[in-house]
């Protein structure tokens, strides 16, 4: 409109064609074309003004020319409008339906066909999309990883990739970069405390990426979330929005701002170590990208965070978060389950089950189903934590080999036979003699309490704690006593003598 008003301007002061298009730049038949299109609304060269109504008049009929005839290789496709738009509907690769049509006859080259898919049908046209409004401080922080580049991990001796952390709130763009190795979910919770610090708070939610430490199942309405981070931001009090599969627009924010990162601060620089990194990182947040005029909020990103953001933030964290083990272990046949290659016991009744295992640095908590069913203090790898209540009745001693059960047991049975227990095992490898402790409890049922308390009464009058020997003894015994039963009386002792044996004789008969 500017271009046909400037030209009229000109016929109506006398200009020719050619100095008009000298002056202008415009070619001297675009010049010619406006000039008779101004004729033909009835314009003259004498008239001075000129309306918004002639000026668009002009420009209309100017633009407004036949299109050209359509080739015979577009003709041929339009022909086949139809058919190509059910191809492009079902999913076809547009070089699978330039095979087909050749195979139909059609000559149109894929240039040609290219070019009416996307007249005809916007293909490969990006759908039109709606600019979000920004959240409202304290409302929202965007997390992602980025990948750095290499490093040399001094602890490790060899050179790894160093990944980035990066926490991004929406509203004041101001922005935090946690350097680390790893990506599980210690690094994630140690990043984020680390970012709520540097912060010093904390906003109601958070939008990651769908990464296994916190998404363990994405979906786009339902996510399921990593058991262990759920603790976590139960703990800090966020909520977790996971982004969509494959959908980068749903922290635009983070995305861009990882290139930044990546090209401002780590390319070119040289750390002694992943400390070393993370101090430089925190210095470039604060001083560099926090103290730049940004390009969108024309702000700068720490002074609209001081001023508008920071006094909507929840309270930072004081302490760091012990972040939990989540498993699924099986319970065996032995009564344990096996949690970082440590073992813990359960009752009988849960053999074969398969429990929830939440395992933190002081407690392990088992759970079947949403129950908690068992507690045992956290053990390191290789211990064992066994409660004797959860084998079955009688079973326990056995298992946990305790002198102070075996001795109480014993005495049950009888003064002498605790006594003989507690001799029997008081020394500096109770376990050796723990079977013959044993072996005295089956005799005790087999032969009687009162004949083994008697027996062994005189064993220790004489010093003799030996079990095996109290056992052939009374074997003997009973094999005597049965003889007898038959025999239908008690045989004589092997040095047995009569009663005239044992008379005394008066000095007048000696």
């Known amino acids: 409109m500017m271009e046909v008003r400037d030209v009229l301007r000109r016929l109506a002061a006398g200009q020719s064609l050619r100095e008009i298009a000298r002056t202008t730049g415009l070619d001297r038949k675009t010049v010619r074309r406006y000039a008779e299109a101004a004729a033909g609304s009835g314009w003259h060269a004498e008239q001075s003004e000129l309306g918004e109504t002639l000026v668009a008049e002009v420009a209309r009929r100017v633009q407004d020319r036949a299109a050209p005839a359509p080739s015979d290789e577009r003709a041929e496709l339009h022909r086949q409008r139809e058919h190509i738009s059910q191809w492009l509907e079902s999913g076809l690769r547009l070089t699978k339906i330039h095979v087909l049509l050749k195979r139909s006859g059609v000559s149109a080259s894929y240039a040609t066909l290219r070019r009416y898919a996307q007249d005809e049908f916007g293909w490969g046209k990006r759908a039109a999309s709606v600019r979000l409004d920004d959240p409202?401080?304290?409302?929202?922080?965007?997390?992602?990883?980025?990948?750095?580049?290499?490093?040399?991990?001094?602890?490790?001796?060899?050179?790894?990739?160093?990944?980035?952390?990066?926490?991004?709130?929406?509203?004041?763009?101001?922005?935090?970069?946690?350097?680390?190795?790893?990506?599980?979910?210690l690094a994630v919770c140690a990043g984020l405390d680390a970012a709520w610090a540097f912060f010093d708070g904390i906003p109601q939610r958070i939008v990651p990426d769908n990464m296994k430490t916190i998404v363990q199942s994405a979906h786009a309405t339902n996510p399921r979330i990593n058991d262990a981070f759920r603790d976590y931001a139960e703990a800090r009090g966020l909520f977790v929005d996971p982004a969509r599969v494959r959908h980068p627009q749903d922290k635009a924010r983070v995305e861009n701002h990882v290139a930044f990162v990546r090209e401002s601060w780590f390319e070119g620089e040289q750390f002694a170590d992943i400390d070393d990194a993370r101090r430089s990182a925190a210095h470039w947040c604060r001083e560099i990208a926090g103290g730049r005029i940004h390009g969108t909020t024309r702000r700068v990103p720490r002074e609209h965070y001081e001023q508008d953001e920071r006094i909507r933030?929840?309270?930072?964290?004081?302490?760091?978060?012990?972040?939990?083990?989540?498993?699924?272990?099986?319970?065996?046949?032995?009564?344990?389950?096996?949690?970082?290659?440590?073992?813990?016991?359960?009752?009988?009744?849960?053999?074969?089950?398969?429990?929830?295992?939440?395992?933190?640095?002081?407690?392990?908590?088992?759970?079947?189903?949403?129950?908690?069913?068992?507690?045992?203090?956290?053990?390191?790898?290789?211990?064992?934590?066994?409660?004797?209540?959860d084998y079955p009745p009688g079973k326990s001693d056995y298992a946990v080999r305790s002198v102070e059960r075996s001795v109480e047991r014993a005495r049950k049975h009888g003064v002498s036979v605790g006594l003989y227990t507690e001799r029997l095992l008081d020394r500096s490898l109770p376990w050796t003699r723990m079977r013959q402790a044993h072996q005295l409890d089956r005799m005790c049922k087999k032969y009687g309490r009162e004949r083994v308390d008697t027996l062994c009464r005189r064993a220790l009058e004489f010093d003799v704690i030996d079990v095996p020997r109290l056992e052939r003894m009374l074997k003997t015994a009973a094999q005597f006593e049965d003889q007898a039963e038959q025999d239908g009386k008690l045989p004589l002792g092997r040095f047995a003598r009569g009663v005239d044996a044992f008379k005394t004789r008066d000095k007048e008969g000696a």
Not at 171 to 182: A, D, G, I, L, N
Not at 327 to 355: C, M, N
């Open 136 to 185: 409202a401080p304290g409302e929202e922080a965007q997390v992602d990883f980025g990948c750095m580049g290499n490093m040399l991990d001094r602890e490790a001796g060899r050179v790894r990739k160093l990944w980035v952390l990066v926490v991004h709130l929406s509203c004041s763009r101001y922005s935090f970069v946690y350097p680390t190795f790893t990506q599980d979910v």
């Open 313 to 389: 933030m929840q309270p930072a964290p004081s302490e760091p978060f012990d972040v939990p083990l989540w498993v699924d272990a099986k319970v065996h046949e032995d009564h344990h389950i096996q949690v970082a290659r440590a073992l813990y016991s359960l009752p009988t009744r849960f053999i074969g089950r398969s429990v929830r295992v939440r395992a933190d640095r002081t407690i392990v908590r088992v759970y079947l189903s949403s129950e908690l069913i068992k507690t045992h203090p956290r053990m390191p790898p290789g211990g064992r934590s066994t409660d004797p209540n």
